[in-house]
């Protein structure tokens, strides 16, 4: 027998070669590690690509041949992914200038003529066409698979949650729904637009002030919605939708001031139907929406570009900034007395804490809090040398003792009613000194998180122009990390949001960012098999006042969100400038004035006590 790993390749093969789901024997086909969605995070029953390959990070791509497997993911899962492949399958390292693209290794590993098979409701319109395109010059056609071929060697697929859609009040949402629509209709009227196809989760989620639990951490449902001049439209399953949902969406029999709601299956029969009803006018839709959607739009009628919603959600509301504020002091608070618990029990008492020990300690501080929903994300809690695995997350079979002498590496976040959290903290929990090498890594980190956190910049500003600032102290040793230095954050919505990031790699749909985005400043460095380090805090974009105002620009700054001491002990202060100094002993400033009366409000003595400790200035 098959080890079952094979067993699945052996199956999907047997089936790429047959007619039953495709009109033409496949050489080659490809599993993306999406939805139909395209989101990051996916329901257990999506998890296609985690099913074939085994590896069971958020992001990469498998592509399966008749006699050869790869996998494509970023440095954020290097070392995962050669722990979780098995000899079946070639990693392939995103990135790397030795690493070919998917289309390069198909084209190498083909003959003249072949057919390379996709599920176009898994792959973005975008994607679709680039791939196309290469692959053709190479010799290749890239097929539509409309039957999933992992589906049909998939025993045992779960089936697709159905729990309740909720309504997310306006006391945390800020807008209306009909105002939001308003506005986006707006926008259509600018562009002699007709109609806008809305496909990413969030954004739908956003659109209606309406949370969802169809995906692990992520409060949103499975839906499409298309809004025309004249109706807004949510393509769900209806049994999901309560009263209250209904009678929020319609309040009303007819008109504009209601949402029609259709099948969630019926999405492709409207599309169809609404691009005979445009005349004169554009159909919207984003690149990112997927080839089955977005192909049924006839090219002279498509308006291919990111739709308004992204931008609208990125940049809050003031209900949203109060919200999230709010929000993140508690969230503080909750990071606090955790570290704080694992000092005691770890660093003093010598007790043995497991990494799994640690996280679910870690959920329970923020289970307490007011507003708790769950987490935003499963908590990276990492001991010495799974520190070094970015995205490490732990299991039965890698569960150990968080060590007092080794750095221990927390990632983890919340989500609440009123904001989503994200926050990363590296300790050191022995009484002895960490060593030389680790504190001058740290101190790097720091130095550029710190760097980054003072920046002042002009509006008109995207991710990919500050982005050195925060690795510049790494490089002067020869010193780097293999992830974005920062994302955006959702508003009790997905923890990683677009349109704006801080990364080193330009992309032509990148946003520049704007005053009140949430966004992360997250450094690291990771040694592998040895230790991991990382510094990240939320901030929020706000408006700063400067001496001049070159061309009348408005120059913009950072302001933390997240307020969670930074561990002094870790810092080798000799190589610290004054400024950053400054920097530090104000920022813990401001946690004691902020998070130290919130914890006596919730009657932490003892943890405002170690906050105290913490805070203390240095220099």
């Known amino acids: 027998m098959l080890p079952i790993m094979a067993a699945r390749l052996n199956a999907l093969r047997k089936v790429m070669v047959g007619k039953t789901h495709s009109k033409e024997i496949l050489s ?54 050669e722990s979780e492949l098995d000899d079946n399958w070639v990693l392939m390292k995103q990135r790397q200038e030795s690493t070919p693209s998917e289309a390069e290794w198909l084209i190498s590993e083909l003959r003249l003529g072949d057919s390379v098979g996709a599920d176009p409701h898994l792959v973005s319109h975008s994607e679709w066409k680039k791939l196309s395109k290469e692959l053709s010059a190479g010799g290749l056609h890239l097929v539509p698979v409309w039957a999933n071929l992992v589906d049909s060697v998939w025993e045992g697929k779960p089936d697709p949650p159905d729990q309740p859609v909720s309504v997310l009040g306006i006391e945390f949402a800020g807008r209306s729904w009909r105002a939001k629509v308003a506005e986006l209709r707006s926008k259509m009227e600018s562009k002699k637009v007709g109609a806008v196809l809305i496909t990413a989760l969030d954004e739908i989620a956003w659109l209606f002030n309406l949370r969802g639990s169809d995906v692990q951490c992520n409060p949103v449902f499975c839906s499409y919605a298309l809004v025309t001049t004249t109706t807004a439209n949510l393509f769900i399953d209806s049994n999901k939708l309560t009263s209250s949902c209904l009678s929020h969406l319609q309040p009303g029999r007819e008109g504009p001031e209601r949402v029609v709601v259709h099948p969630y299956e019926n999405i492709t029969e409207e599309i169809t139907e609404t691009v005979n009803t445009l005349g004169a006018k554009k159909f919207w839709a984003s690149g990112n929406s997927s080839q089955a959607m977005v192909g049924l739009i006839p090219e002279k009628k498509l ?52 990494e799994i020990e640690g996280a679910d300690k870690l959920e329970g501080f923020r289970a307490a809090q007011k507003n708790f929903v769950g987490l935003s994300f499963d908590s990276i809690s990492s001991s010495g040398s799974h520190g070094a695995v970015i995205h490490y997350t732990p299991k039965a079979e890698t569960d150990r003792p968080i060590a007092a002498d080794e750095v221990y590496l927390i990632d983890s976040g919340g989500q609440y009613f009123d904001g989503t959290t994200d926050v990363t903290r590296s300790v050191y929990l022995a009484a002895s000194d960490p060593g030389t090498h680790v504190t001058d890594c740290f101190t790097r980190v720091f130095k550029g998180f710190c760097a980054l956190s003072r920046i002042v910049f002009p509006s008109g500003t995207k991710g990919f122009q500050i982005s050195a600032i925060a690795r510049q102290f790494l490089w002067q040793r020869g010193l780097d990390y293999a992830h974005g230095t920062g994302h955006g954050v959702g508003q009790y919505l997905n923890v990683h949001e677009g349109p704006q990031r801080i990364s080193y790699r330009a992309h032509k749909h990148d946003a520049a960012i704007e005053p009140n985005m949430i966004c992360t400043i997250e450094p690291g460095y990771y040694e592998d098999g040895v230790f991991g380090t990382r510094i ?33 002990k870790l810092l080798d202060a000799s190589i610290l400038t004054s400024e950053e100094i400054d920097w530090l002993n104000n920022y813990h400033s401001n946690v004691m004035d902020t998070v130290g009366p919130e914890m006596l409000q919730q009657g932490h003595k003892e943890g405002y006590d170690w906050l105290v400790e913490q805070c203390r200035p240095i220099g």
């Open 28 to 81: 080659a086909y490809i599993v993306p590690s999406g939805d139909s969605h395209q989101s990051e995070y996916i329901r257990h029953c999506d998890k296609r690509r985690q099913f074939i390959t085994g590896f069971t990070g958020s992001a990469g791509v498998a592509v399966v041949t008749n006699s050869s497997a790869a996998l494509w993911t970023d440095g954020r899962y290097w070392l995962q992914a």
């Open 303 to 354: 308006l291919c570009q990111p739709i308004p919603v992204t931008l609208a959600k990125a940049i809050k509301n003031d209900v949203e900034i109060n919200c999230a504020t709010s929000c993140h002091i508690r969230d503080s608070v909750a990071l606090c007395l955790y570290l704080h618990w694992l000092e005691v029990a770890v660093g003093r008492r010598g007790e043995r804490i497991t």
């Open 536 to 568: 990240e805090n939320c901030v929020r974009v706000v408006e700063t006042k400067t001496e001049f105002n070159f061309a009348s620009k408005k120059f913009l700054a950072f302001q933390p969100l997240t307020l969670v001491p930074i561990q002094v």
